[in-house]
Structure formats: structure tokens, C-alpha cells
């Protein structure tokens, strides 16, 4: 059986060379991953408490203005919509809103064109036209607290001469 091992070995190695050229095939490995989970954050932190009314008084208001509304009158725009602050109202003959001020916070957005500087009841304060109609006047009292911030909106029609006539006649009143 000794003779016979090297002749099966030689004719194993003539069967495999004269054999088909080999084929390969490459194997795909496909793997899964599952995004991480997670988890929502849910916040518990309250809203600021309102502010007190503003300490403000007009002596003058637009013709258009009839009286002081109720302070949540009219659908809340940018300016009456935030949270913590308080909003005191007038209207027009409509129940339109026609001048909105807010105690608890300056303009949400800067002014869209050009501003000035206009006094308002001893405070130095800006005011500007908004594309819509609308003008937006803002300031703050020391020490700058978020209670000490306004801001007011008069709604259109209104002319720059009603407001500056409306911000010459504010009066601070105490508190």
C-alpha cells in the first residue's frame, strides 16, 4: 500500500489541475442596527406669573379709539401672545383692537424699518413702522427687570401723528 500513496497523490494533482478554472464568490454580510431609543424630555417648569398692570395712563388716543377694552379682547397677535406678561387693551369703534400694552416684554422680533427714539412718560424708548400697518413702540424702566420691559402696538389705521400725539400725552402713574 506503500507504492500506492504517491500514485493516488499523483493522480489527485492531475484530476484537480486539468479541473475547471474556480470559481469565487464573495460573501454578503449584512448587519441591522436599531436606533437608539429615546426618551422625550418633558419640561415642568411653569410660566413666569403675570406682571401687574402697566403704571401708564393716555391722555390722549387716537380718534379712532373709543374706549379701553377688556384685556383679553381681540385675537392675540406676536405681541399680546407671551406668556407671563399682561396686556392692556383699547378699541376701536368696531372692537377692533386698536392699541395694545404690554408690561413684561420688549418687541419679540427687531424692527423690520427704520426706528426712532421717542420719550415715553420720562423713559427713552424706540418706535418704528411694521410693513403691515402697525406701529411698535418699546422701552424699559430701571432696574430692567422682566416687569419693568413694555412694549405698545398701534394697530391700522393709525397715522405716526396720532402716536406721537398718544406717547406726548402717557402719563407714569405709581407702581
Same mark, same amino acid.
Given at each position: ?45 411653569a410660566p413666569p406669573p403675570p406682571c401687574p398692570p402697566a ?19 381681540? +385675537?392675540? #397677535? +406676536? ?15 368696531? #372692537? #377692533? ?5 404690554? %408690561? ?9 424699518? +427704520? ?8 423713559? %427713552? ?5 411694521y410693513p403691515d400697518g402697525r406701529w411698535v413702540i418699546a422701552?424699559?424702566? +430701571?432696574?430692567? #427687570? %422682566?416687569c419693568d420691559k413694555y412694549t405698545m402696538v398701534f394697530y ?20
Open positions: 500500500m506503500r507504492r500506492a500513496s504517491p500514485l493516488i497523490l499523483l493522480v489527485l494533482c492531475a484530476a484537480c489541475a486539468g479541473a475547471a478554472p474556480a470559481t469565487t464568490s464573495a460573501a454578503v454580510v449584512t448587519t441591522a442596527t436599531t436606533p437608539p431609543t429615546t426618551v422625550p424630555i418633558t419640561s415642568t417648569t403704571p401708564y395712563t393716555l391722555g390722549v388716543v387716537p380718534p379712532t379709539v373709543v374706549a379701553a377694552g377688556e384685556d383679553t379682547a381681540g +385675537e392675540p #397677535d +406676536e405681541f399680546t401672545s407671551i406668556g407671563g406678561t399682561h396686556t392692556r387693551l383699547w378699541v376701536n369703534g368696531d #372692537d #377692533d383692537v386698536a392699541i395694545a400694552l404690554v %408690561r413684561g416684554t420688549l418687541p419679540p422680533d427687531q424692527f423690520p424699518a +427704520e426706528r426712532g427714539e421717542v420719550d415715553v412718560a420720562g423713559s %427713552r424708548g424706540v418706535a418704528g413702522p422701552w424699559f424702566n +430701571e432696574p430692567g #427687570d %422682566r391700522p389705521p393709525v397715522s405716526p401723528a396720532e402716536v406721537e400725539a398718544t406717547l406726548a400725552a402717557m402719563t407714569r402713574t405709581p407702581g
